[in-house]
């Protein structure tokens, strides 16, 4: 018994998680498929990847975050701060690659204040990020006077608007940091150290986990893809409005929950996640190509995660 | 605050976009000021009748939000007018005013469904670009309907947003020659159509010289935002005598604060939009008046100009949609559901 | 054996099982009116699964329950109580946010007339109910502010209020100091009195073997025998309970005289006071007390998990700096934490994880973790420490406690680990994994690993050490070397001059 045991792959539950969640996304997949001819078609399948694309970039931040055991909810307004700052820069005049890695910086930089408070500060991360939720929007409100910053340079918007094998620019950038933010949870110690500080900080903390710096890691991911993906949508909007970002949060923690994070902390999976992102945007796909009402959108949304929730429940529940 | 938004909706957005990576040949558009325009009462008698459209001609139309009754009227102009030309229509919209990113994913998907026209009214200035080029990519024309303005857009149709202003502050001189006390409750900070809108305001009363706007501050298109603005403007100015708010909703907002101040006889409350709720409130003599821009009226001059173009036509690139400052003197003529009678009203207006 | 007329509660042929795993093969006990009945068993033997059928949070499959000759039907904890049974669970039940009479009165508050509840009545026979339990009880101040020795005999006045006649206990002393044991003795004693009846569940033999007249003895979901106590010897409760005979062990030393580590006059706040002590080579060093002495919070402060005020603390000759577990991890400590769940494990995480994390850095290349390295090692580790049942992929959280805390320790010898502190090493774990602990913590001295092991129980810290600490208000009160460990001489220094 013992030899067929040790031949399972390690943290099997999370991904026999996975599959459930994928179960899902066919699900709804054959559901559409069978109700609209529009929907199964290549064109609309990567239509509905490039609509994920984003919020599965601002997902994956959350998700660690989540994972080490707290929440971020400013991810939108960092992004509005970290995509006006790169662009103010790129119209100043700033190259390209100088005005990225700064808007990264930035958004960064934004992880490392609410990842400070949190640890060195003591405060909960709810409310240290809630009050960051309002903090980071009125700098972009400030900054900007409230307008939008146009004319960003062209070889800058080559990038979101641009397809590599027909799959487009965003797909591709956000695929990548999806395999990166994977290896890193499930290869790295700090996603060994992010499940450990989720899961029980003290008991991590005894097993000299350094639980500090890895509560800062989360948050400082986090801000960074939400700079990510704002870069990725001022790109494809040619301008950057310090209004962008409303209520990421929480398609973000949707997708998470949907793929099998736990708000408790300790546990959660990139995959599950970018596959929630999908149940997501093929939903909202769908329903358009149906013709359904926002209304119904939003309750067919509030279904899925509730009925995500009630599966986990049943299913983990023993 | 004040000051650096007027400069900035005055300036800055066009400033910005001088560099316009999308290297077009149009220059951004400012609706309002766009020399290339027509009103919507001169399309006839310069364009001729509308052609009768091909059999199957159908329109997409994507809006804000069904939440509010402006854009659910508007969606209502598109049907009867497609309707009536035997046009089908498909309406959508966001689930609410803050989902850019979800309204673009509705513009997106409608583009591949493969529409002979496309009207948008987007969130913000930005949030439909990429759909605005991808069926610019696919050779379907779009139309950008009211009141957010994309600077790339090719056809605009709505009404002057200035002009909204403009006719309330219009009221205040004809009526309170004395001048006196005014405050301004604003729509969201950055939106195009709140910054026209107060701008129309204040330029026209400023320029009168016997007024004083002793504020003006953002209540994000909020009616307990606004109820709480106007109760503390009027806590410290007991002799004002009128506000002008940049949508209904606020205004009605405003009313409420008014009269727990005892103050119906001395403040009049301006809003803008012309919704029905307005409308019972001017009726009732609670609002003093509301700037109509009719928008099921918009909604059919919209749905035409698609048509036009579909059909071919070259029309200039903003067509003026009608506006009209409603008060209790006026209400009767404008409340009407015959169609053809109020064409009539506010072509002759 | 009580005859089933007479009985207060008799249970026959109970089952249950959850989905395909039958946890309850046809279970039968018996409890006479005024008896305490010891349930006796392993851990995962059912003993939790047949209170829970009994209280009514799990609907048993099939059997019969009768109380007082009277059969009942319990599906709800609501038939529970209107039979008669009432449980004081581990971990107590109650809102801290209310009073001690509003807990008593919880879910049954007397009114006056339809809405109002009558606060003075609720509170007068509250007093009167804990009159005869511990009259020291205020039964205005709010449940938070007692300590859990109290909020038990509040519990089971709960219990009488509700005419309870039989109170079942699990684990009643596992947070109580032997002080708070003997109050709980005396209760036990007045509840007899009147004839209710106890069911006490206890992994503790020496208080089964005190207060109980007989017991039942529970071994994977089957009934084993009922004995009478104390006639039964403990060899032969034991055998039944295990199902194999124990090997008697006896202490072997295996100390040197090399100097590993020394603590020197480690303070913080009143809790641990100047506190010194010296660990050699291969040397397993006892560390006894009563509770609250600061043997736990002096654990802790050697481990770096707490900051002290001022001390040192040196590992072969080299006085380690940082304060923080991970200085001390590098120096080679490793604490096994008596709060398991708590302090402990990563409950989600595999055995492997568990293992892995204070060693990430030996166990990756290139920032990325090893992960056939950590298998093979964690394998091999719980191998060697007979991790039942043998699957390190399994989440920590699915094993019991015993095998959780060989996992702890799997934990420090992957990491290098070469002072291993203990700290109440059995908590919670039952006789069999009890006496393999014990062989751990010897193979780990006879490998030349210094061991320091806090524990209550004054036969396991005479069983393990080489040298035993008393401590006493936070000080190190005595020092007894091999010859001078009894029971007798640990009590002397431990217990504070009057």
New interface residues.
Partial sequence: M?KA??N??????VRFRDAGTLVGLILIAIVFSALTP?FFTV??II?IL??SS??ACIAIGMTLVIISGGIDLSVGPVAALSATLGAAMM?AGVPVPLAVLGAIATGVACGFVNGALITWGGLQPFIVTLGGLSLYRALA?IY???????????E??ALS?GTVLGLPGPVIVVALLALIAW?VLT???L???L??VG??P?????????VTLTKLSAYMISGGLAAIASLI?IG?????????G???ELDAIAASAIGGASLMG??GSIVGTLIGCVIL?AL??GL??L?V???Y??LATGIIIIVAMLIDRATSG? | MQHLLNTALASGALIFTIGAACAQDLTPLNSDSEPDRIDWSQLDATFGDLATPAQGTKVGGVSKTLTNEYWRTLGEGYKTFADAQSVGVVYQAASNEGDQLGQLSIAETLISQGFDALLFSPQTDANLIPALEKAAAAGVPVVNVNDAVIPTARHYVGNVQKDNGVRVAQWFIDNHPQGGKVAVIEGQAGVYAAGQRTAGFTQTITENGNFDIVASVPANWSRELAFNAAATILQQHPDLIGFYANNDGMALGVVEAVKSAGKQQQTAVFGTDGISDAYAAVRAGDLTGTVDSFPLLTGEVAMEVALRLIAGQELPRVVATPQALITKDTIDSYTTTDMDALRAVLTAQ | MTSVSAARLHLTDVTKSYGPIQVLHGVSLTVAPGEVHGLLGENGAGKSTLLNVLCGVVPPDGGQITVDGTAVTIARPKDAAKAGIAMIHQELQQVPELTVAQNIFLGASLRRGAIFVDRQTQEAESRRLLATLDPSIDVTAPIRDLRVAQRQIVEIAKALRSNARVIAMDEPTSSLTPKEFERLVKVIQVLTAQGVSIIYVSHKMDEVYRLCQAATILRDGRFVTHVALPQTPLSTVIEHMVGRELAHAHHRSFATDTVMMQVNALSRGTAVRNADLTLHQGEVLGIAGLVGSGRTELLRLIAGVDRADSGTVTVDGVTISGANPRARIRAGLGLVPEERKRDGIIRHRPITANIGLPAMSQFSRVGLIRKRALHARSQQLMREVNLRPFDVTRAIGSFSGGNQQKAIIGRWLAAGTRIFLFDEPTRGIDVGAKAEIYDLIETLAAQGCGVLVVSSEMPEVIRVSDRVLVMREGRVAASLNAGDITEAAIARHAIPAA
């Fill in positions: 013992t045991l040790t399972i792959p390690l943290f099997s539950r529009s064109q609309n239509n490039q609509q984003i919020s119209v409100l900007t006077g409230g307008t939008p910053i146009f004319g960003l340079p062209t800058f918007r608007n290896i290869k790295t110690p996603g060994e150290y499940m450990a899961g029980n003290e008991a991590a903390r005894v097993a000299g986990v350094p949508l494809r909007l040619g301008a950057a409005e310090p209004t962008m409303n209520l990421w300790g546990r945007g909202r796909n358009t190509l013709n009402q926002a209304f959108q939003l023993k």
